[in-house]
């Protein structure tokens, strides 16, 4: 073995209080679908919850040529209410890009969608019901719209009236309103120069479209900007901002620890950036933003006369400090990590204490009696595997890395629970002289929107700009 490895036998104590001080850091998931969205409403003595989809979430490079929308009327048990009539309208950017009427005897509206640049949308295919003024599916025909609809990314906003329900001829005496907001994403392309050499970093928008991008190689700096109504009424209904930077693991000055990052000019905390580094190429770095941290951003950015008000601007800059624990999700998003060391450079020939532990993703419950193997490689070679058995949710490993696997070291917690999942991050072994390539672990954060977003991805494509 090219390392030494200990493993404490009496960790009762030192893990306990490690298991102990942990949990206040976890905080409920956000759920965000991005492509989808569902408001709850009272009709009459019923409550009903009206869905909405659009496939595909995301827009690949060659251009969209068919899509879908999804609409569902739906009753406490989560199941289609039949008969339902809607009238929909549907806006992008403030302009109306299709406004019918739509039925089903089902309850389940499902919208064929062939992305066509018009000024409004029209119903290209389907039969029309007289009675209801409503298009309808037929045995031979589907519903299917023309239309500037899947032909840009960014927010699409559904203002949905419910006009009839379990009957054709139970039309209520009011119409019930709701507006929903459905997400496609879109990646954008930008080649930079850092140090005379060149790379492709990406800003993939699961809001509205980006503009303004910038790289400053010296000061390792990203930056780039959105359109954003900070109106406060218009703040409250918004869910959350989703914005994902993609730089390769290639451009090692920016594959650090951490990163600070501000929207417009005000610091965000980091539970808000999150790091994904389970592609073993290309870092991905999540702004995740809800509701409430929106509100106190729009107060602060209120106070400062100089700060637009009319759109975000994202601001990402590496740095070298790491904040202890660093937490990051298993490839399936279902195992939560978390990981400190000490010292906080990992040096040759230099003992390194890292403190591991596990911890249900979902209820943020110690995984107890997990098992996982630690994997060292580089340059895809692996030179150290050890399996562990975390008791009591968490080991501690004493390691110390030999002179010939200084650089970039790849740190992998493998075969959790016996099972094809595992969890990924970059280390440096930083050789003892060069002071200007200090590089530490790195980890990564994957909520559970990250799940989603891996999804999408693995079906994506990109935009070069």
């Known amino acids: 073995m090219c390392g030494q490895l200990t493993i404490p036998i009496v960790l009762v104590g030192t893990l306990t209080l490690i298991l102990v001080s942990l949990p206040y850091l976890f905080s409920p998931a956000y759920s965000h679908g991005f492509d989808f969205d569902e408001h709850i409403a009272t009709i009459g003595d019923k409550s009903v919850t009206l869905y909405l989809q659009m496939k595909p979430g995301f827009l690949p490079d060659e251009q969209v040529t068919e899509g879908t929308i999804l609409i569902e009327l739906r009753d406490s048990a989560k199941k289609p209410i039949p008969h339902a009539t809607l009238s929909v309208v549907l806006e992008k950017d403030g302009k109306v890009l299709m406004s019918e009427r739509f039925h089903d005897h089902e309850g389940k509206i499902t919208i064929q969608v062939k992305p066509k640049e018009l000024g409004i949308a029209s119903v290209f295919s389907g039969g029309k019901d007289e009675k209801l003024d409503a298009w309808i599916k037929t045995e031979q025909s589907p519903i299917v719209i023309e239309g500037p609809i899947f032909l840009d990314g960014g927010i699409y ?23 929903l907001d459905a997400s496609v994403s879109e990646l954008v392309r930008y080649i930079v120069t850092h140090s005379d050499d060149q790379y492709e970093l990406a800003v993939r928008t699961y809001y509205d479209k980006v503009a303004d991008f910038s790289y400053d190689a010296e000061a390792r700096t990203i930056s780039f900007s959105m359109p954003f109504n900070w109106d406060i009424s218009f703040v409250n209904q918004v869910k959350i901002v989703h914005e994902e930077v993609d730089i390769p693991k290639a451009l090692t000055d920016l594959i650090t620890v951490g990163y600070d990052a501000s929207v417009n000019g005000v610091g965000l905390s980091q539970k808000a950036i999150v790091i994904d580094d389970v592609d073993p190429d290309l870092r991905l770095v999540h702004f995740i933003i809800p509701t409430e941290r929106l509100i106190v951003l729009e107060k602060d950015i209120r106070k400062m006369p100089d700060a637009p008000k009319d759109r975000m601007v994202f601001t990402l800059t590496a740095k070298e400090t790491p904040n202890f624990p660093i937490e990051f999700f298993s490839s399936t998003g279902n195992v939560r990590v978390q990981l400190s060391w000490s010292p906080a450079t990992v040096e040759p020939e230099k003992p390194t204490k890292f403190i591991i532990s596990l911890w249900n993703a979902k209820t943020g419950d110690s995984l107890r009696h997990s098992t996982f193997d630690v994997v060292l490689s580089k340059d895809g070679s692996e030179f150290f595997r050890s399996k562990q058995n975390a008791v009591i949710g968490a080991a501690v490993i004493d390691y110390v890395f030999q002179p010939e696997y200084a650089g970039t070291v790849e740190f992998k917690i493998d075969k959790i629970n016996n099972k094809d999942e595992f969890a990924r991050f970059s280390l440096t072994v930083v050789p003892e002289f060069p002071i200007s390539s200090v590089f530490i672990v790195t980890a990564g954060l994957i909520a559970t929107v990250l799940t989603l977003a891996r999804f999408k991805r693995s079906f994506s494509g990109s935009k070069t700009s």
Not at 157 to 179: A, C, G, H, I, W
């Open 157 to 179: 906003r559904f203002k949905v009236d419910v006009l009839s329900m379990e009957t054709d001829q139970n039309f209520l005496p009011q119409p019930v309103s709701f507006e």
